[in-house]
């Protein structure tokens, strides 16, 4: 069958992925610095590869003749949605010459190593002329790509299928309504203490119990492993090898415990997708050419947002897992009790680390980061200016004077990797997490999980309702058939509305 043909073919597209993932998880754990202007080139090739092949006249030959068998079939069948998908994915990059590709991706790889040693130096000089050849390259993609309205909606398009500037909007205003008056009431609340976490807590017993949690809330070892990193990430070479990084500062452990379980959500959602999608469109990112099996990368961000905060800053969870804690680190946490440390890590406290932040203020971060990027992309600010106008944000929106650009316009990776149009993914991911975690806890099962620190049943939940679908279903569709209505910020609103006014009084 010419439709099994087509999926061999997909397949060796999402082997060259795969192996691009692989250098770019060596690139930003273990390659020695030196190695960053040949590794940029070889991600470069790899990914062009991809494309080509994708592209190429036997494929669009195999595509014509798949399609004509599958023709019968349901418009929602596997075979159509898969069709669909690749026919998409081929009229999209030829729109975009080969020579952009791979230009943006070689520019992305050296300028995470210019971003990383800028970063550690506080010089925003010098990433600058990286910055700006990053944003003239994405322009350039968002003239190929095609929109509307605005050139940041082509941008968005690869990682947010649907969303616009317009679409956020109205969202980011009704997050500001109901966060500002929370945000302004715990001001004038007593802060929980949390100088017990400043205490030293030794590395090496860090991560040990950092992956305990992961393996509890179902991260599967046998199919990946735990490395430190910068910035932390999740990637997958196919859901049979599935890597998390984190990073540790040991005089701050939430910092590597939490960093821990938000890539294990990102993780989960790749580990459990259908064995039967593998190496195919619905585990492939065709569009982003990513070896990426999440709908979107807003629905990505709902896994780790919801097993990081729903779960792992819940009073529930440290009742249970505490004592564990605690065995790991009696000298750190002499005298402290589970709730001492639950309040502790949902201290509302506004900070520069968009990473670091409490889920309280983090939307604002995206908030800020959005609106600047949309204006970066349209000319409306300079590279230059970037930085001032960046402060003029975190004052507006957090109330803080940013001290130094590595507190502030360097802390993102994003922007290094060629990365624009992605950071709307996480407050829609914030949004999904609190309608998918209020949907899965009218289940018996899940609540009597965490009830008793058994949380099989919530991961087995959101693989029978996110993980194992990949990518076969928008976004929308994913959240209508979970929960019967698409993307809705009330859940979220009531989920932090609830908790906060608990923890401080209000």
């Known amino acids: 069958m010419k439709y099994n043909a087509l999926l061999e073919r997909m397949g060796e597209v999402n082997d060259l992925l795969c192996s691009q993932s692989m250098l770019d998880w060596d690139a930003r754990t273990m390659m020695p610095p030196g190695g960053a202007h040949t590794r ?20 669009r030959r195999l595509l014509d003749a798949a399609e004509a068998e599958t023709v019968n079939l349901p418009g929602d069948s596997v075979e159509r949605t898969i069709c669909t998908q690749v026919r998409e994915a081929i ?11 791979h230009k943006r991706t070689e520019i ?26 990053t944003l003239e390259l994405n322009r350039e993609m968002a003239e190929c790509i095609g929109y509307e309205a605005h050139p940041y909606d082509a941008l968005m398009y690869r990682f947010e299928p649907g969303e616009t500037v317009a679409t956020l909007q109205p969202l980011f205003a009704a997050l500001r309504g109901g966060l500002l ?16 976490l400043q205490r030293p807590f030794p590395v090496e017993k860090q991560l040990e119990f950092a992956l305990k949690m992961a393996r509890k809330l179902g991260y599967d070892t046998d199919r990946g492993r735990l490395d430190l990193t910068v910035h932390p990430f999740e990637i997958s070479f196919t859901r049979n090898d599935v890597r998390i990084t984190t990073r540790v500062n040991d005089e701050w452990m939430p ?5 821990t379980l938000h890539e294990t959500g990102h993780a989960v959602y790749e580990q459990y997708c259908d064995p039967a999608y593998t190496r195919t469109p619905l585990a492939t990112d065709l569009i982003g050419l990513y070896a990426v099996g999440g ?8 896994q780790s947002r919801l097993f990081e905060n729903h779960v792992g800053r819940s009073r529930e969870f440290w009742e249970h897992n505490y004592g564990e804690l605690r065995d790991t680190f009696p000298e750190q946490l002499a005298g402290i009790d589970a709730e001492t440390f639950w309040r502790a890590v949902n201290r509302v406290e506004p900070g520069f680390i968009r990473v670091e932040s409490d889920e309280l203020t983090y939307d604002f971060h995206i908030m800020l980061r959005v609106d600047l990027e949309a204006s970066l992309i349209d000319g409306s600010l300079s590279v230059a200016d970037l930085p001032e106008a960046w402060n003029a944000k975190v004052k507006e929106y957090l109330g803080l004077d940013v001290p130094n650009d590595r507190l502030g316009v360097l802390q993102d990776v994003h922007w290094s990797s060629g990365q624009v149009g992605t950071f709307c993914n996480y407050t829609i991911g914030n949004v999904m997490a609190g309608q998918l975690f209020a949907e899965a806890k009218k289940d018996e099962r899940v609540r009597a999980g965490l009830a008793t620190a058994e949380y099989a049943p919530l991961r087995e939940w959101m693989t ?26 009330s859940f979220y609103m009531e989920h932090l509305s609830a908790k906060y006014s608990e923890i401080y009084g209000l």
Not at 295 to 302: D, K, P, T
């Open 108 to 133: 992305g790889s050296k300028g995470q190593h210019v971003w990383a040693k800028a970063r550690q130096e506080g010089d925003y000089a010098s990433f600058a002329p990286v910055l700006e050849e």
């Open 181 to 196: 008056p929370l945000v302004q009431a715990i001001g004038e609340k007593k802060a929980p203490r949390v100088d017990f």
């Open 255 to 259: 910092k590597s415990l939490f960093g």
């Open 40 to 59: 940029a080139k070889q991600l470069a090739t790899l990914k062009v590869f991809a494309r080509n092949h994708l592209v190429a006249d036997e494929t």
């Open 464 to 489: 029978e309702h996110v993980h194992r679908h990949g990518r076969r279903y928008t976004r929308e569709q994913l959240l209508e058939r979970a929960t019967g209505q698409g993307l809705e910020p």
């Open 91 to 101: 009229d999209y990059h030829l729109r975009i010459p080969a020579a952009l590709v």
């Open 295 to 302: 709908v979107s990368f807003g629905a990505h961000e709902s």
